[in-house]
Structures are given as structure tokens and as C-alpha cells.
């Protein structure tokens, strides 16, 4: 399915030769007006999509220079996003206090954490405390990120790119290494507002 895919998105030229399709413009970047906002109330939007299981995870940066500790973040927004090259994503909200950590190293290492691992998601979900505070952890191997003891995996990746989302941001990350250590453990669920 793949291959086939690759033939499509090629162009015939010459005897035989190939040549990519170009890409498609990058989309032009502004702010949504108040009239373009869809008419959906945001705690009915929460209840619907919270419908939708997710995994969770936490983000992790290593300390730039000058910087007291490691960058972190719980995120239950994270996804695979393609094989060819390894990408994955997460989304951040633009008023996130870590994203602009994570965004000064250039690297980060995804968690995924474990069903009995809520209280670490629930110390990496505060803002302005030491969220590293009697956390066990090694560097990652490539970027040096924390690689958080006990979680089901983790991969370790390259800033690839950055997109505007509404409120949020869209990090795709390039994988640059990975692994898991528990893949006997259930995942951690967040479902309805709640660890399941």
C-alpha cells in the first residue's frame, strides 16, 4: 500500500525517469476572527471529545544552560504521525510556561506512561513547581532528555517542525531513538476527565 502510494504522488517525465510532486504551499499563518469561530460551546466540545479514550504521556526536555532543572509536561495529545520518516506529534498550548523550554533545547523524549502512574502525570501537570522533584530518571541516549523509570516506553526525538493550531501548537518530533521496558503493564487512560 505504501509503494503504491509513493507511485501516485510521482510524476512520469522523460524516458522513464521520476521526478516528486512538489509540495504544496505552506498555508498562510494568521489569527481566526471572531466571526469564523464555529458556534460550539467549549464545555460541550470537552464532554464530546472526551469521549474519545487517549493514552498518556509526559514530554521531556533536558535543562538548557542556566536553567535550575529538566522541562516537562503532561500530554495526553501525542500520536504517531508517519513511518517515513519516524515522525510523531504532540500538541501544546500556546500559553504553555515548559513549551518554550522544550522549544529552546530543539529536543524532546515522549513517556508514555503506565495504569498506575496518574500521580506522576498529576506532579508533571502543575505549573511552577520542581516537577522532577524525587523522580527517577536516566538521559535519554541520543538528545540527553529524561527517560522517566517505570514508563511503558519512550522516544526519544528532533524537533521536525511547528504548526499553528487554533490555541495550540503542533510539534511533529523526528525519532531518533526509542524503546520500551514494561510492554506486559496496560497504558494509562485518560477518558470523560478521568484516569481509567
Given at each position: 500500500?505504501?509503494?503504491?502510494?509513493?507511485?501516485?504522488l510521482?510524476?512520469?517525465?522523460?524516458?522513464?525517469?521520476?521526478?516528486?510532486?512538489d509540495?504544496?504551499?505552506?498555508?498562510?499563518?494568521?489569527?481566526?476572527?471572531e466571526?469564523?469561530?464555529?458556534?460550539?460551546?467549549?464545555?460541550?466540545?470537552?464532554?464530546?471529545?472526551?469521549?474519545?479514550?487517549?493514552?498518556?504521556?509526559?514530554?521531556?526536555?533536558?535543562?538548557?544552560?542556566?536553567?535550575?532543572?529538566?522541562?516537562?509536561?503532561?500530554?495526553?495529545?501525542?500520536?504517531?504521525?508517519?513511518?517515513?520518516?519516524?515522525?510523531?506529534?504532540?500538541?501544546?498550548?500556546?500559553?504553555?510556561?515548559?513549551?518554550?523550554?522544550?522549544?529552546?533545547?530543539?529536543?524532546?523524549?515522549?513517556?508514555?506512561?503506565?495504569?498506575?502512574?496518574?500521580?506522576?502525570c498529576?506532579?508533571?501537570?502543575?505549573?511552577?513547581?520542581?516537577?522532577?522533584?524525587?523522580?527517577a530518571?536516566?538521559?535519554s541516549?541520543?538528545?540527553?532528555?529524561?527517560?522517566?523509570?517505570?514508563a511503558?516506553?519512550?522516544?526519544?526525538?528532533?524537533?521536525?517542525?511547528?504548526?499553528?493550531?487554533?490555541?495550540?501548537?503542533?510539534?511533529?518530533?523526528?525519532?531518533?531513538?526509542?524503546?520500551?521496558?514494561?510492554?506486559?503493564?496496560?497504558?494509562?487512560?485518560?477518558?470523560?476527565?478521568?484516569?481509567?
Open positions: 500500500m505504501a509503494e503504491a502510494a509513493v507511485r501516485y510521482r510524476l512520469r517525465t522523460g524516458a522513464g525517469a521520476e521526478r516528486p510532486v509540495p504544496l504551499p505552506r498555508p498562510e499563518l494568521r489569527c481566526v476572527r466571526d469564523e469561530r464555529a458556534p460550539v460551546d467549549q464545555g460541550e466540545f470537552r464532554r464530546v471529545l472526551g469521549q474519545f479514550a487517549t493514552g498518556v504521556t509526559v514530554v521531556t526536555a533536558p535543562a538548557a544552560p542556566g536553567e535550575p532543572s529538566p522541562a516537562g509536561f503532561a500530554c495526553q495529545s501525542f500520536a504517531s504521525l508517519s513511518l517515513d520518516p519516524p515522525l510523531v506529534a504532540f500538541m501544546v498550548g500556546r500559553t504553555s510556561s515548559t513549551w518554550p523550554r522544550i522549544a529552546r533545547a530543539g529536543v524532546f523524549c515522549v513517556n508514555v506512561l503506565g495504569a498506575g502512574q496518574d500521580a506522576l498529576r506532579a508533571f501537570a502543575v505549573s511552577g513547581a520542581d516537577k522532577f522533584a524525587g523522580v530518571h536516566d538521559a541516549p541520543v538528545s540527553g532528555s529524561p527517560r522517566l523509570s517505570g511503558l516506553a519512550w522516544i526519544d526525538c528532533a524537533i521536525h517542525a511547528v504548526h499553528t493550531g487554533g490555541d495550540h501548537l503542533i510539534v511533529v518530533g523526528r525519532v531518533n531513538a526509542l524503546g520500551t521496558d514494561a510492554d506486559t503493564e496496560p497504558p494509562l487512560l485518560f477518558h470523560r476527565g478521568r484516569f481509567v
